[in-house]
T-cell receptor, first 116, second 113 residues
Framework: GAVVSQHPSRVICKSGTSVKIECRSL??????MFWYRQFPKQSLMLMAT?????????EQGVEKDKFLINHASLTLSTLTVTSAHPEDSSFYIC????????????FGEGSWLTVV | GNSVTQMEGPVTLSEEAFLTINCTYT??????LFWYVQYPGEGLQLLLK?????DKGSNKGFEATYRKETTSFHLEKGSVQVSDSAVYFC????????????FGKGTKLSVKP
């Protein structure tokens, strides 16, 4: 079946540095990918919708300059957390919509980010 | 606005027990409803879905019926197994088939042998 791969699964970075998380659709072309964030004991909150070849659409309250999203190809979207701070520590998960598969949404495994 | 509320966990059951995880939603229009499952160390997987009122989604022994009158989509299984231990998320999709998902907070299920 369709698979979405997310990398890295865990990352620790120092405060003030930037970290990139990749989301790949392995066997389908995803024109749209979504990035979510999950705080402890909270729901998955949509951060932004990423469309291939265009700028991402951010949800209200999400800082565009802090969470840079690039969807340069039909199989890859990246989320870069810039100038990371400890409060950015969270679980980030991407999903990709398969337009050839009835618009089914598949999720990556998620990435645990810890900023120290 | 659109939102999903599901029962808080954790839920701990013995093997072969009956499972119900409640989910209610608030939405304009007629959203599609989903249950996703996240097994330890893995990403979210679609468990079942229903796209219109009175539809019943089912998979792996789990069932949920789209009840518009009560705005609910409760997840049930008649006899749980240890392998069902996971976090279950109820979700709705806004904006038709092109929309993103809105999730509940998730309910952790632990099944003891």
């Amino acid at each position: 079946g369709a698979v979405v791969s997310q990398h890295p699964s865990r990352v620790i970075c120092k405060s003030g540095t930037s970290v990139k998380i990749e989301c790949r659709s392995l066997d389908f072309q995803a024109t749209t990918m979504f990035w979510y964030r999950q705080f402890p004991k909270q729901s998955l909150m949509l951060m932004a919708t990423s469309n291939e070849g265009s700028k991402a659409t951010y949800e209200q309250g999400v800082e565009k300059d802090k969470f840079l999203i690039n969807h340069a190809s039909l199989t890859l979207s990246t989320l870069t957390v810039t100038s990371a701070h400890p409060e950015d520590s969270s679980f980030y998960i991407c999903s990709a919509r398969d337009p050839g598969g009835g618009n089914t949404i598949y999720f990556g495994e998620g990435s645990w980010l810890t900023v120290v | 606005g659109n939102s999903v509320t599901q029962m808080e966990g954790p839920v701990t059951l013995s093997e072969e027990a009956f499972l119900t995880i409640n989910c209610t939603y608030t939405a304009t229009g007629y959203p599609s409803l989903f249950w996703y499952v996240q097994y330890p160390g893995e990403g979210l997987q679609l468990l079942l879905k229903a796209t219109k009122a009175d539809d019943k989604g089912s998979n792996k022994g789990f069932e949920a019926t789209y009840r518009k009158e009560t705005t609910s989509f409760h997840l049930e299984k008649g006899s749980v197994q240890v392998s069902d231990s996971a976090v279950y998320f109820c979700a709705l999709r806004r904006g038709g088939s092109q929309g993103n998902l809105i999730f509940g907070k998730g309910t952790k299920l632990s099944v003891k042998p």
